[in-house]
C-alpha cells in the first residue's frame, strides 16, 4: 500500500512539473487606458517564448502597435484606439500559431472626465 501511495504521489509531483514550463498569459499592467490608445501596457505572463519569434496582440479586433518581447514574463506594447467606457478582449498570438485570450481585460475609459481616469489608474489590482 505504501508504495502505491508513493507511486502515486511520484506520478502527481512529475505531472506538476511538466505543467510549470506551460506558457500563461496573466494580466494586463495597467488593465484600463484612455479610448484614444497610444498608451504602454504590459502584459504579464509566464515562460513566454522570448527569441522564438514575435507575437501579434489584438485588443478586442484592433491591433497594438510596438510590440516587444521584453522577458519570459512580459511584453510591452501600444494600445490602439477603443470606445469609449467599453472592455476589450486582448488576445495574444505568437508566430508559432498558439494564442491566448484574456476576456475584457482591458477597459477603455472615457479622456474627458479626467477625475475617472485618474481615480481608475490609482485602482491597483
Known amino acids: 500500500?505504501?508504495?502505491?501511495?508513493?507511486?502515486?504521489?511520484?506520478?502527481?509531483?512529475?505531472?506538476?512539473?511538466?505543467?510549470?514550463?506551460?506558457?500563461?498569459?496573466?494580466?494586463?499592467?495597467p488593465p484600463q487606458g484612455t479610448f484614444a490608445g497610444g498608451e504602454e501596457i504590459t502584459i504579464k505572463g509566464k515562460n513566454l517564448p522570448v527569441g522564438r519569434g514575435g507575437a501579434t496582440v489584438l485588443f478586442g479586433r484592433r491591433a497594438a502597435t510596438n510590440i516587444v518581447m521584453e522577458n519570459a514574463n512580459s511584453i510591452r506594447v501600444t494600445s490602439p484606439a477603443g470606445d469609449r467606457n467599453t472592455e476589450a478582449d486582448v488576445t495574444v498570438i505568437f508566430d508559432d500559431g498558439r494564442n491566448y485570450l484574456l476576456k475584457n481585460a482591458f477597459r477603455y475609459l472615457d479622456a474627458s472626465d479626467n477625475s475617472k481616469v485618474m481615480k481608475s489608474f490609482g485602482n491597483k489590482k
Not at 500500500?1 to 499592467?29: F, P, V
Open 1 to 29: 500500500m505504501r508504495k502505491l501511495l508513493w507511486g502515486a504521489a511520484l506520478t502527481l509531483s512529475l505531472t506538476t512539473l511538466q505543467c510549470s514550463t506551460e506558457t500563461k498569459i496573466l494580466e494586463l499592467e
